[in-house]
C-alpha cells in the first residue's frame, strides 16, 4: 500500500498557471496507475486525469484536455498535474489517487487517496 500527499496548490489569476506534486511513500509505485480528481464547493467529485504505470498512457476530462498535462517520475515516486490558463472554474480540493486495478481507465475505481490541496483562480 502506499500513502500519498498533494502539494502546490495556491491563489492564482485567472489566465495563470499552477503546478501540482503528489508525493508517494510505501507500496511499490511503478506499480500504481495515478489518477487526479477535483471537487469544488458544493458539487461532486470530478475526474481530471489518468496515468498508465508506465507514464505511456494518459487520459484527461474534456473540460481541461489541452490545458492540463499529468505526469509522473517513477525514479521520484511523484505524480504531477500542470495547469495552464486557469479559470474561476478551475476552483476546487484536488486529490491524487492511486490503484493497481488494470481496468482503471473504465471503473475509475482508487484504492488509495491523499488529503487534497486547494487551488484558487480569482477573476
Known amino acids: 500500500q502506499v500513502q500519498l500527499i498533494e502539494s502546490g496548490g495556491g491563489l492564482v489569476q485567472a489566465g495563470g498557471s499552477l503546478r501540482l506534486s503528489c508525493a508517494a511513500s510505501?507500496?511499490?509505485?511503478?506499480?500504481?496507475?495515478m489518477g487526479w480528481f477535483r471537487q469544488a464547493p458544493g458539487k461532486d467529485r470530478e475526474f481530471v486525469a489518468d496515468?498508465?504505470?508506465?507514464?505511456?498512457?494518459?487520459y484527461y476530462t474534456a473540460s481541461v484536455k489541452g490545458r492540463f498535462t499529468i505526469s509522473r517520475d517513477n525514479a521520484k515516486n511523484t505524480v504531477y498535474l500542470q495547469m495552464t490558463s486557469l479559470g474561476p472554474e478551475d476552483t476546487a480540493v484536488y486529490y491524487c489517487?492511486?490503484?493497481?486495478?488494470?481496468?482503471?481507465?473504465?471503473?475509475?475505481?482508487?484504492?488509495?487517496w491523499g488529503q487534497g490541496t486547494q487551488v484558487t483562480v480569482s477573476s
Open positions: 510505501g507500496g511499490t509505485f511503478s506499480r500504481y496507475a
Open positions: 489517487a492511486a490503484t493497481r486495478s488494470t481496468s482503471y481507465y473504465r471503473t475509475h475505481a482508487y484504492d488509495v
Open positions: 496515468i498508465s504505470r508506465s507514464g505511456d498512457v494518459t
